[in-house]
Structures are given as structure tokens and as C-alpha cells.
């Protein structure tokens, strides 16, 4: 079966430093691959994908993830953290999500 | 265009009873996805529909069950209802392989 597993349900970081989440995917087939993200009782809204077509993908807020074949891997940086990064953060493959990881924020 | 819509927003209901939840996805998407979140166990896949069929499964008791309509609304029920069943239930949608677009959730308290 196809899963996603984050390393580490709680990041905690400075303001200004870098943000690393990360992400490894299972899968023997060409992947689509999804970071969300979730503030305090909202649903999730999409960060960033994957779809194939670059193995660097920009997303919104200034998130970037790269799709690491031989790593099986898809981690979600940002270089310079801001206090309203704080969230929940989901890595997804198809319809399945990895257990979250909690990014927290300090001053 | 109208996003994922969910209702009830909220909900309490004591154990043993049942519930019915619902999900409007968005216009188009065919197919609908339900997930539990709760704090400790992240988002777990519950069920997802498309086309009025249930085409993938999460590892629920059968005490949870869904269904979809003709114009893709979906209703998920969960019977004989537990403590443990306290939950925050999304609904997501898409179209296609792409990516899902998230309903705000559904509260469940079990008391």
C-alpha cells in the first residue's frame, strides 16, 4: 500500500531560521505528492505539489519542497521562518497523509 | 466557485447513539475522500467515493460507513458511537489525480 511517513511530529524553531519538515514516500510508481498545511481549527489548504514536472517545486508562503527519487523523499523548507508559519503540516500521496508534523515558532 | 462545504460544523451526541455527517464537494469533483483527526494520531483515511463508489478503504470498523449521491454529495454515518470517536472528520475533494480540496471539518464530540 502506498503511505507517507513524516520524521518528527514536533519542529520547533527561531524566528528568521530555516524550517526543514520532513517527508518519505512508498511507492514503486511515479508519485504525486502534496504538503498542506492546517491552522487551528480549519480545514487543509494546499502548500505545494509535486505532479512530475520539476523536482523543485515552489509553493505559496515561501515554501519550497524537492522530490528526491533515490531518497524517496520530500522534504518542505523555508529559509527564513515567520511566526505565522506556525501550523500543522501534512505530507500527502494520493488520498493518504502522513501523521503531521507540528511546526512551532519562536520569537 | 463554491469550495468544500460540511455540515454540521458541530456536533455532540452521547454514546451509543449514531450520526450522520455530510459533505457537498466542489462543483465537478467526483471524487470525495473522509478522514478522522485527532490529536496524537494525525489524519486518517477513512473512506473515499467516487462515482458513487466506494473505491478505497482506511482501516475503520465497520462502524463507519459512507455513501455518495448522483450529484457526488457524500454522507458518512458512524453507528453505535464511542468516546473515542471525538473527532475533528474532514471531507476533501478532488478531480482527477490532483490535488484534494479540504471541507472545514466537522467537531464531533461523543459524551
Known amino acids: 500500500a502506498q503511505s507517507v511517513t513524516q520524521l518528527g511530529s514536533h519542529v520547533s524553531v527561531s524566528e528568521g531560521a530555516l524550517v526543514l519538515l520532513r517527508c518519505n514516500y512508498s511507492?514503486?510508481?511515479?508519485?504525486?505528492l502534496f504538503w498542506y498545511v492546517q491552522y487551528p481549527n480549519q480545514g487543509l489548504q494546499l502548500l505545494l505539489k509535486?505532479?512530475?514536472?520539476?523536482?523543485l517545486v515552489k509553493g505559496i508562503n515561501g515554501f519550497e519542497a524537492e522530490f528526491k527519487k533515490s531518497e524517496t523523499s520530500f522534504h518542505l523548507t523555508k529559509p527564513s521562518a515567520h511566526m505565522s508559519d506556525a501550523a500543522e503540516y501534512f505530507c500527502?500521496?494520493?488520498?493518504?497523509f502522513g501523521a503531521g508534523t507540528r511546526l512551532t515558532v519562536k520569537p | 466557485k463554491a469550495g468544500v462545504t460540511q455540515t454540521p460544523r458541530y456536533l455532540i451526541k452521547t454514546r451509543g447513539q449514531q450520526v450522520t455527517l455530510s459533505c457537498s464537494p466542489i462543483?465537478?469533483?467526483?471524487?470525495v475522500s473522509w478522514y478522522q483527526q485527532t490529536p496524537g494520531q494525525g489524519l486518517q483515511f477513512l473512506f473515499e467515493?467516487?462515482?458513487?463508489?466506494?473505491?478505497n478503504k482506511g482501516n475503520f470498523p465497520g462502524r463507519f460507513s459512507g455513501r455518495q449521491f448522483s450529484n457526488s454529495r457524500s454522507e458518512m454515518n458512524v453507528s453505535t458511537l464511542e468516546l473515542g470517536d471525538s473527532a475533528l472528520y474532514l471531507c476533501?475533494?478532488?478531480?482527477?489525480?490532483?490535488?484534494?480540496?479540504f471541507g472545514q471539518g466537522t467537531r464531533l464530540t461523543v459524551v
Open positions: 476533501a475533494s478532488r478531480q482527477g489525480a490532483t490535488e484534494a480540496f
Open positions: 511507492s514503486s510508481v511515479p508519485p504525486y
Open positions: 509535486y505532479t512530475s514536472a520539476a523536482t
Open positions: 500527502g500521496h494520493d488520498m493518504r
Open positions: 462543483s465537478g469533483h467526483r471524487s
Open positions: 467515493y467516487f462515482s458513487e463508489t466506494q473505491r
